[in-house]
T-cell receptor, first 111, second 109 residues
Framework: NAGVTQTPKFRVLKTGQSMTLLCAQDMNHEYMYWYRQDPGMGLRLIHYSVGEGTTAKGEVPDGYNVSRLKKQNFLLGLESAAPSQTSVYFC??????????FGQGTRLTVV | GQSLEQPSEVTAVEGAIVQINCTYQTSGFYGLSWYQQHDGGAPTFLSYNALDGLEETGRFSSFLSRSDSYGYLLLQELQMKDSASYFCAVQNRDDKIIFGKGTRLHILP
């Protein structure tokens, strides 16, 4: 009964380093989303995907890239991390136009 | 652009009823959702409205007026465990799900 699983749960990066956050879902959902959450800012959409091989920009895409090579996985990449990217990152999956299921989040600190 | 407005904080007494409002501006609106998030946790789905009217799920109800670009979440028989942040979110025909900044609900004993 895994649902949406995010890896890793915590990470500390140095400025300029790169990393990839992995999101995996086992519910056969077409739609997947990456959000960042900062205090007082709610959840802001970074990128999303409506199916395998597709990606699209959200509200705050700069500094991030994504890939959806397999339907069950949605990867979020930071090519050159900056302190402004310190945040909690949430992945979600959804059937179209209905409930979104969230992973437990990744706490990323960039120093 | 898209925007959602909801109060930043609401305080209510245990056992009472509280209403959290949400107004939105967006193009290609499809539906309005509500999510709950406890401190340190992930958002969890509460309700979804695509049509005008009231949807009831146990102690929680959600209302939508598409003509007014307005919705609300109603929580009845408040319990201490309902202390959390509540987010409204619009689902658009471009497949984005856009969240408001959230309402922190404080419950007094």
């Amino acid at each position: 009964n895994a649902g949406v699983t995010q890896t890793p749960k915590f990470r500390v990066l140095k400025t300029g380093q790169s990393m990839t956050l992995l999101c995996a879902q086992d519910m056969n959902h077409e739609y997947m989303y990456w959000y960042r959450q900062d205090p007082g800012m709610g959840l802001r959409l970074i990128h999303y995907s409506v199916g395998e091989g597709t990606t699209a920009k959200g509200e705050v895409p700069d500094g991030y890239n994504v890939s959806r090579l397999k339907k069950q996985n949605f990867l979020l990449g930071l090519e050159s991390a900056a302190p402004s990217q310190t945040s909690v990152y949430f992945c979600a999956s959804s059937p179209q136009y209905t409930e979104a299921f969230f992973g437990q989040g990744t706490r990323l600190t960039v120093v | 652009g898209q925007s959602l407005e909801q109060p930043s904080e609401v305080t209510a007494v245990e056992g009472a009823i509280v209403q959290i409002n949400c107004t939105y501006q967006t193009s290609g609106f499809y539906g309005l959702s509500w999510y709950q998030q406890h401190d340190g946790g992930a958002p969890t789905f509460l309700s979804y409205n695509a049509l005008d009217g009231l949807e009831e799920t146990g102690r929680f109800s959600s209302f939508l007026s598409r003509s007014d670009s307005y919705g609300y979440l109603l929580l009845q028989e408040l319990q201490m465990k309902d202390s959390a942040s509540y987010f409204c979110a619009v689902q658009n025909r471009d497949d984005k799900i856009i969240f408001g900044k959230g309402t922190r609900l404080h419950i007094l004993p």
